[in-house]
């Protein structure tokens, strides 16, 4: 699957990395100065930063985007690009950031009502008075943002919402308003969708209820139809305001999702109608002038974090992952996302929460950090071998000590330094990197991308492992002496060039050290503070 381009600056494709500041962080610019440091300390490109209905609306129709304006100014302070997030209606299945004067008005700003009879503090996407006041001050945002920043760029995406659905006990609205839609037929476009999509998750409820050409959602799709029918109205509402929005200034616009497993139930688990996998498709056929459904993904199992981008990485949604979480795990899984799943942009969620209170990077925060400040080296190259077969994952998976890469006409033997995380054990072959890094080989678990760029040139980031090159014609010779022999064999490598570089503003290459002798005989190896290693062979 090829890569599609989803963010831009200046016409020019733009790979946004970065972290999303905590929830509240985002209501003074004080509160901000600790999220800067922390962006700074992964090399960020892009931050995430909330802005919230409440603050923005005080009072209804007075707007004041004074803490936005500033906002705006420090990120070009920080040499940053901004990704806002709107959290209006929703905030985790919630309406925790509207204004007073829509919390106190449940009359006119309706609530949605739960079997029982019970208000929930949840907005209603079935009340067109939320609808409205929802747009309105999203359009006046857009305004604020197209006046102040056209021509900067600073803004370079929106996030409609925040993990919108119902959360707290409900599957869906039990309104009048709602109940009346609900036993309504299936829109006929839905269906027809539906149709043409055999195979699909909703095709099949379909089949199994019957398969119906005309119905209620509750006689076309049974069990799910709640559900269901709470994805199609929250996706047409969110589209609804981002249609309002994009009328003024037409900049990429994506929803975020609280996910959940085929286990989980809507409404307690993860919030009901949330562009979950089951319901991903209702979601892009309803809402068009969203760009992305973007996966919030938090699993630290590496299969659970890959099936979640490989449904979100589709030929209609270019996969984009807005939070993910700290740990060592997604230090490793961040690399898996952008070179087997064309991931468009990476974050991490609660970026302040790196650094402790003297500043410092925390030690269980030490590998996503330099898994970060390795892809920022390496972006120019990520934007233009996206997609292709180019672009190498190296993931040390549990209890590996070596990976195997097919590169056209070499093998690539990739040799993990830590033969065992857990007690590490240092592959006795690994040799000295060099007197820079010769304490730091045991910190962290193998990881990084491996670019080819030409049939002898290769490009190495991220940290605990070296690579060693050889020619597949030779491998298949018959056995001599001289390639039984790993100490010989490894230093037989016919390296043109092995340097330690960079990429300047317009994505030149620039080399900062060269290497021969010890740092080579050993295989190409690469450490977060290098940066980009380039190798290139010589010719036959």
């Not at 985007?65 to 299945?93: C, D, Q």
């Not at 049974?222 to 003024?248: H, L, N, P, V």
């Not at 940290?463 to 056995?479: E, I, N, S, T, V």
Request: aromatic residues 12%; contains cysteine; charged residues 25%.
């Amino acid at each position: 699957m090829s890569a599609r381009t989803i963010f831009s600056v200046n016409g020019q494709p733009f790979f946004p990395l970065g972290g999303q500041v905590h929830n509240s962080s985002a209501y003074t610019a004080s509160e901000l100065e600790t999220g800067w440091r922390a962006l700074e300390e992964i090399r960020a490109n892009t931050a995430e930063i909330p802005i919230y209905w409440d603050l923005i609306e005080p009072e209804e129709g007075r707007f004041d985007f004074s803490v936005l304006g500033k906002m705006i100014e420090s990120a070009r302070e920080h040499n940053l690009k901004l990704i806002l997030l709107w959290f209006g209606t929703w905030k985790n299945g919630t309406m925790k950031y509207t204004p007073s004067w829509v919390k106190n008005n449940p009359k006119k700003f309706k609530r949605v009502i739960t079997r029982e009879g019970v208000s929930t503090s949840v907005l209603s996407s079935h009340c067109d008075t939320n609808l409205e006041a929802d747009t309105k001050a999203f359009r006046a945002l857009m305004e604020y943002i197209k006046r102040v920043d056209e021509k900067e760029q600073t803004v370079i995406a929106l996030q409609v919402e925040n993990e919108p659905g119902i959360m707290g006990g409900a599957k869906r609205d039990y309104s009048e308003e709602s109940e009346k839609e609900f036993r309504n037929l299936v829109p006929e476009y839905l269906i027809r969708k539906v149709q043409e999509n055999s195979g699909s998750i909703i095709n099949n409820v379909w089949k199994e209820n019957g398969g119906k050409e005309k119905g209620s959602w509750e006689e076309l799709f049974g069990y799910d139809a709640e559900e269901f029918f709470t994805a199609w109205s929250i996706a047409r509402y969110i589209d609804r305001i981002a249609e309002g929005g994009k009328k003024i200034y037409d900049i990429p616009m994506y929803v975020n999702v609280w996910l959940a497993t085929e286990w989980d139930i809507p409404g307690a688990g993860y919030p009901s109608g949330g562009a979950v996998p089951k319901v991903l498709d209702i979601w892009k056929w309803t809402a068009k002038n969203i760009d992305l459904i973007a996966p919030d993904i938090y699993a630290r199992n590496q299969k659970s974090y890959y099936d979640f981008c490989n449904l979100y990485n589709r030929n209609d949604n270019p996969l984009f992952i807005p939070e993910s979480s700290i740990d060592e795990s997604n230090s490793l899984n961040m690399f898996r996302a952008i070179a087997d799943y064309n991931a468009v942009g990476f974050h991490i969620f609660g970026i302040e929460s790196i650094l402790d209170e003297n500043g410092s990077v925390k030690s269980s925060a030490r590998s996503v950090v330099n898994s970060f400040k390795s892809l920022s080296s390496a972006i120019p190259l990520i934007l233009r071998y996206q997609g292709t077969s180019n672009i190498h994952s190296v993931i040390q998976e549990e209890y590996a000590s070596e990976q195997r890469i097919n590169l056209g006409k070499y093998a690539g033997f990739v040799r993990f330094l830590q033969l065992d995380p857990y007690t590490h054990l240092i592959d006795p072959g690994a040799g000295p990197l060099d007197f820079h890094h010769r304490d730091q080989i045991r910190e962290e678990r193998g990881r990084g991308l491996l670019i080819q760029t030409g049939e002898r040139e290769f490009y190495l980031l991220g940290g605990g492992y070296r690579l060693l090159l050889y020619r597949k014609d030779m491998l298949r010779a018959p056995l001599s002496v001289f390639y039984s022999s790993d100490f010989i064999k490894s230093r037989s490598i016919d390296y043109l060039s092995v340097e330690e570089g960079f990429f300047d503003a317009d994505g030149n290459w620039i080399t900062a050290r060269k290497r021969s002798g010890d740092e080579s005989d050993y295989g190409v190896w690469v450490h977060p503070d290098v940066g980009v290693v380039r190798v290139v062979l010589s010719e036959e």
